[in-house]
């Protein structure tokens, strides 16, 4: 077996992780594992933006760090603990000014100042953008400065289990899909930043690689899921492959309309109109074609031929191009069909409620981005808030580490036995799969997305969310005879992408599983969680995180943490 | 009935002599050749090898070759592969022996990106790619500032280098019949990267020269023949040929 020793270890190659790796390679060594080379990474399709109060859109000069915070935890059914909010939005104008310094090729107003666009939710234009492929944008540059810095990355290499002795973490195993060897990093931190998990539904905007595998890891461990309930619908997920057409569309003046060409949104919230947030406009859309009043049953118009071929081609070009790539629709000259569908996570690993912002309830694992619940979205993100996160965070814990120091750690023999556990039980994992004689994995995945796309989506009731919770575990039973032939030999595993999905699928089995329990226990609606037959807030009874926990029978058992509030009081949620 | 595709997919395992193996994929409306891909691991081998991320044109991990045409699988529709007029000028793409019997009408032939060393099946290695990316230092080198103002950048100018910098990085500029006699040679993408940076006016000097100086270096610019390949498979539309003309004219003129 091939053992790495290094101070930290960092799983996840998008914006979470290389800002925590550029920030901690400073001083220390550090390894930063990601399944695909960085670049490939899920933040490079954020379209929109990224939010701070610049105050450099003439509409919104008076922005400040304290209205942005508001608009974050309005949008967030005030579930979003209210210091940490307070802390990014804070940090926004910093993290903005610090990609610009470092190169990012941000969208200019004629001033030469980077330029603003509104977005939902947001009381004022604080979106700023590099015309609608931010996301990429930043990750490159990102990566640029990594490579100046000289990062130490291990490209494809798939993160299999966390290694803990007690209750601190000593490192993971990997897969090295160049060579097909496990591969041993042992470390006294370790950041997880594997991003999101939409892979759990059948459609969602998330790639293909978006499969939570630190969430899994870490739940496997012990660490709580918070929050899985509330998964944040796209309102406009481009009809056929479900690829993101940017809220930027409507921040630019994209207009939604039904069957009837009437603009749905007017009556719905008044005065943000298309530019509520994402999870009102998501249940619209949703009822609209539910009601017959979409068209061929499947979609609504996104249009944005009123904006003009030269606004389109310089503030949408990317989106033009995916429309026309995969839906044959150039949206110069037609609306294009749109539907809602899953595009992100708010919940994911625990956070400490007594802990610095990332620390989980495992000594020394840190989480970041998408797959954390850190929690600044609550119960519903604002769009542009999600890069942000990445950033601000990723260079929050680097910053926080290097202060702290290297912890103590176990002794040698107690993490040299975790990791001969953790090997023994993945070798004994793999054979089991060889001999097994049940279904493919595919078989599974799909089964598994079909349920919660069909019963823990956009409107959710009591009877579809326990089809769900027992579906999930026949799942679970299935997957525990799962067939795949020839995989114990480093030869076979070499880039054998058919034991990465198999790997990955354990990962989403315990999500999906997650997803649909605390979908049941939570009976109120609350952002993007909306119950059919709760419809109202209750915060008397559900204002908490929930944290779930696989107990020691095997089950599934709820807790609860307090929501940090204190800032701003909970009120009803107009717009 | 549902209609079926036929595939004739290369296969390679490592330090093997590569085959061709065929395969039949159900189609489904707007089906991608990526997915099909896909249809062939889930559910006829799973040990099948070949690289994806996004599946929406953006990540650039799936470039291969489709009827000799590299592209990206994600954007390709499989009934349009027979129909789509290739780019003109392609140079001739040898991977391993095509079986005399590919019925070229009906059946798509896949095969892995050219001029990169395949591994296992359509995963090729990419270490020249990203070395040849990393020597020509793509990156600023200015301090890092944290408090506003940011440092400003013309509305024209940081449009002029768009179409530069959303570069995917996919590697299918590397068609290039330069890269296919010259293993020395910088190749189209890290050239645009290049010409990215020395465009890009927020950019100084000095790490303006030390780019210009590598990329003027025999394997850079000079090597490029101007077959203009990489402007015309490009997915993205960055012009990497372009770039290098320009990087010609503004940089290597004595």
Redesign the interface.
Known sequence: MSVKEFDVLIVGGGLSGLRAGLELSKKWKVALVSK??P????S??AQGGINAA?GNHPEGKEDTPEKHAFDTIKGSDYLADQDVVMFMTKEA??????F????A??????????AQRPFGGAGSPRTCY??D?TG??LL??LY??C??QGVDFYDEFFLIDLISVYNTVTGALTLDLTTGELVTFRTPYVILATGGFGRIFTASTN???CTGDGVGAAFRVGVPMQDCEFIQFHPTCLY??G??MSEGARGEGGLLFNNKKERFMLKIAPEAKELAPRDIIARAITTEINEGRGFEDAYVHLDLTHLGAERIK?RLP?IR??AI??AGVDSIEKPIPVHAGHHYSMGGIGTKFDGDYCETSLDGLWAVGENAAVSVHGANRLGGNSLLETAVFGRYIGRKMLERGLPSRPSLDKIIAAEKATLDNIEGLFKRWESNSGK???EIREAMGETLSRNVFVFRKESELQQAVNDMKNFQKDFENVS???ISSP??R??????V??LELRNMIDIAEVTAFASLWRKESRGAHYRTDYPTRKDEDYLVHSMVIRNNSGDLEMHTKPVKLGIFEPKPREY | MVEKQKFLVYRKN?GETPRYERYTVPLK??M?VLEALFYI???L?????????????????CGITIDKFPQLAC?TQVTAVKSTKKPLKLPELTFGEVPNDWNQETEILIEPLPNMEP???L?VE?EPF?KFY?EV???????????????????E???S??HL??C??CGICWTCPVNATNSNYLGPTALAKAYR?MA?T??DDSHRSVIAGRVSKEDGVPACEKHFVCNRVCPKGVKPGTAIQNTRKEYLTP
């Open positions: 695909v080379v670049i490939r990474s899920h490079g399709a610049l104008p910093k993290i903005v000014v610090e610009e310094s470092m190169g090729p941000f969208s200019r107003f004629e001033n030469g100042k980077i590099a015309a492929r990429h944008a490159h540059t640029e400065q490579i100046r790639a293909i690689i056929g492959s690829i993101l310089e990317g191009d995916i790539d995969f493919k994995a595919v795949l032939t020839n030869a076979a070499k880039f054998n992408y058919g034991l999905r198999t | 490592p409306p707007g991608s691991q889930d559910h081998d799973s040990s099948f090898a070949f690289r994806y991320a996004c599946r929406g044109a953006i990540c650039g991990s954007r591994i296992k099946d995963v990419m990203w990393e230092k793509p990156y600023f080198v200015r301090e890092y500032i944290d408090v506003q103002p940011e440092s400003l950048q013309s509305f100018d940081a449009r280098i768009e910098v959303y995917i990085l940076f890009d927020r950019v």
